[in-house]
């Protein structure tokens, strides 16, 4: 905005009155009369500058006046230029974090449902879990069983009447071949070879309940079958083990009472569909080609780790379960083959096998 001239009046007269001044001599003008006007014409000019250097000296004044109020806004807008920069910086900053660390929780949460991340003892949790809930899937249909299904690939090795003398050596030939077995140990036998039925432990291998003196149950009264089952049952758990589920009965020996006792404390029976014979010592090759030749989709197969010299059993590991590996079968647990390829249902009670 321009500033208004309060002089205009002045120079509009000053204007309109003539001058005398000498065009190029630079000598000043006579005075004139003070009682012409012309005296006080001269004095108005003199004492008025004129118009254009009044307006330049006020024009210059206004620009100084505006150039530095826009200094002061320009460095106004760039020191808040500066500040919304770093407070958007800020908040891309904190926002990429939260999503970040929001990303990353359920990774962190979720761990691993594979096991290849979990601690041995997770592990262990997460197979113990398993079996159990496999074992009481069957309880649910059966009470007895004698073979897996027929659908898969896998067949099971149980041993029966350790831990004996030869228990450790027969549980090293498993690992050394990668074959986790089924031992159904007698409780009795624990005061003597319990560091068998620790190697076992280690090796996670299942232990199952084979009574606690190794007697024909089905001549056993309710209250004496219950004790040979629980007896066992607290001898394995002394020793670190977990509480048996599975049962066999000796010499294959049981009745309708004995399917009552195993109804209270949960055990699920567990015969067997091959006989290897293998406590009669037949020779190596015959307990192997024995094993062999009733190998198929959920077998369980009968040899024994205690009740005397098994050095015939131990030699013919390797030969089996080469042999089983060679016709696609796997050889697992009791309670794995539970858990992959159950029996079917609708399959008749088994009866008892000793005779008795």
């Known amino acids: 905005m321009t500033r208004w001239d309060w002089t205009w009046e002045d120079r509009s007269q000053a204007s309109h009155t003539p001058t005398t001044d000498l065009e190029g001599t630079g000598e000043a003008p006579e005075a004139a009369d003070p009682g012409d006007g012309s005296g006080t014409s001269q004095t108005a000019t003199q004492a008025n500058p004129p118009a254009e250097s009044d307006s330049s000296i006020g024009g210059s004044e206004d620009s100084a006046e505006r150039g530095s109020v826009d200094r002061v806004f320009r460095r106004r807008r760039a020191s808040a230029g500066v500040l919304a920069i770093v407070v958007v910086a800020l908040l891309v900053s ?3 974090s939260h999503k970040g660390s929001t990303a990353a929780q359920p990774k962190l949460a979720k761990r691993p449902l594979g096991t290849s991340r979990l601690t041995p003892a997770e592990r262990a949790a997460r197979t113990a879990k398993a079996e159990e809930s496999a074992i009481d899937s069957v309880l649910a249909y059966t009470p007895a069983v004698r073979s897996g299904g027929s659908h898969g690939n896998e ?4 041993f029966d009447d350790g831990p004996g003398p030869y228990t450790q050596r027969l549980v090293a030939t498993l690992d050394r071949l990668g074959v986790r ?7 009795s036998q624990e005061q003597y070879f319990s560091a068998g039925t620790i190697a076992e432990i280690k090796s996670a291998d299942v232990i199952g309940d084979h009574t606690e ?3 024909m149950m089905a001549s056993l009264s309710a209250h004496d079958q219950y004790e040979e089952l629980f007896d066992q049952m607290a001898q394995i758990e002394v020793l670190g083990g977990r509480r048996p589920r599975l049962f066999r009965p000796p010499y294959g020996s049981f009745n309708a009472t004995t399917f009552l006792e195993l109804h209270h404390l949960h055990l699920l029976m567990i015969l067997w569909s091959v006989d290897t014979s293998d406590y009669t010592l037949p020779g190596v090759s015959t307990i192997v080609h024995t094993a062999l030749a009733g190998a198929k ?4 197969i009968l040899m024994h780790d205690g009740g005397g010299n098994r050095e015939e059993t131990i030699a013919a590991l390797p ?4 042999g089983l590996r060679k016709r696609g079968l796997r050889p697992v647990t009791i309670p794995q083959l539970l858990m992959d390829d159950p029996p079917p249902h609708g399959l008749p009670l088994p009866t008892n096998l000793s005779g008795d």
């Open 94 to 96: 904190v926002v990429s």
């Open 155 to 158: 067949i099971a090795l149980t």
């Open 181 to 187: 077995a089924t031992f159904f140990a007698i409780g």
């Open 213 to 215: 003196t190794h007697p």
């Open 297 to 300: 989709p959920g077998a369980i």
């Open 319 to 322: 030969a089996i379960v080469k």
